[in-house]
């Protein structure tokens, strides 16, 4: 029987999922399929989003039955992927323990606090310091590197691509071709991969500023968020352009700055603006 598209949703929230008493709304149980890795519109894949289930199920247009489990044959090779297929990365569990600037993650129970309303989708114990992205955060599996601090990125590189071939830009998980010029003076849209500034510096990577980053995005937009606006809508907003990864050091102009695309210089993490060219009739 076919599976029904999740964002149908035809028979409201299902009884195991979450503490009903806590997460009634139907909206609950959509935001979390639609925050799982590779979600799109219609997507109708088996998926175990419950909580007491024994193996992945759909719904299904008879309404006597309104669901079925799916005949999903165990893996052969237990040795999870150290790579990530989608840009979240919420289907990592591999054993990278490190944020992409080194330092050495704490147990996720060290940061856990009671009644955070966080589902862990993997066995943790005591000792579980890896890499995760339990959260949906926008920019991969992360951890916590402090008490009390907020999430830090992992370098989890994304999964070869199925030629094998390099791929170095994204978007929402899909590798697409670079395009090494812009098509208007702001570049607003440019998505190659130049990372040099007019001045000869080297960029840094995106998410090794990614408090500075953040705290910019704060200020440049800060109309907008005063105005009712989430932080995180304005963030979905401005990187959608492509998917930033912690190697990511291309030069972007994702507030739409009037000098063009930029980036953080490598010695000092200031802004500098890079040298791209306008695209000609002959360009791709």
Request: proline fraction near 8%; charged fraction near 20%.
């Amino acid at each position: 029987m076919a599976c029904l598209p999740w964002d149908s949703n035809p028979y409201g929230v299902p009884w195991d999922f979450f503490p009903r008493e806590k997460h009634p709304s139907v909206a609950m149980f959509l935001n979390s399929m639609t925050s799982m890795a590779g979600f799109q519109a219609g997507h109708n894949h088996c998926r175990n989003p419950g909580l007491y289930r024994e193996r992945p199920w759909c719904f299904v247009a008879d309404a006597d039955r309104k669901w079925e489990y799916c005949d999903i044959p165990l893996c052969q090779d237990l040795n999870p992927p150290e790579c990530k297929r989608t840009g979240r990365g919420t289907e990592y569990v591999g054993k990278v323990n490190v944020t992409m600037n080194g330092i050495q993650c704490l147990p996720w129970l060290m940061g856990m606090i009671e009644d955070n309303d966080i589902i862990l989708y993997d066995e943790v114990d005591g000792g579980h310091a890896f890499c995760r992205n339990y959260f949906s955060f926008p920019f991969g599996p992360a951890c916590f590197a402090t008490l009390g601090g907020d999430l830090s990125p992992c370098d989890v590189p994304f999964c070869p691509t199925v030629d094998g071939g390099k791929c170095d830009i994204r978007v929402r998980g899909d590798c697409v071709p670079p395009i090494e010029c812009k098509t208007d003076a702001v570049g607003r849209s440019y998505m190659g991969t130049k990372n040099v500034t007019r001045m000869g510096d080297k960029c840094s990577p995106w998410l090794s500023g990614l408090s500075q980053l953040l705290a910019e995005v704060v200020a440049d937009y800060l109309e907008d968020i005063q105005g009712g606006i989430k932080l995180s809508d304005v963030l979905n907003r401005i990187f959608t352009l492509d998917g930033l990864y912690p190697t990511h050091n291309f030069c972007r102009n994702w507030n739409n700055d009037e000098g063009g695309p930029w980036c953080y210089k490598s010695a000092a993490m200031e802004r500098d603006y890079c040298d791209i060219p306008i695209c000609s009739s002959n360009d791709p």
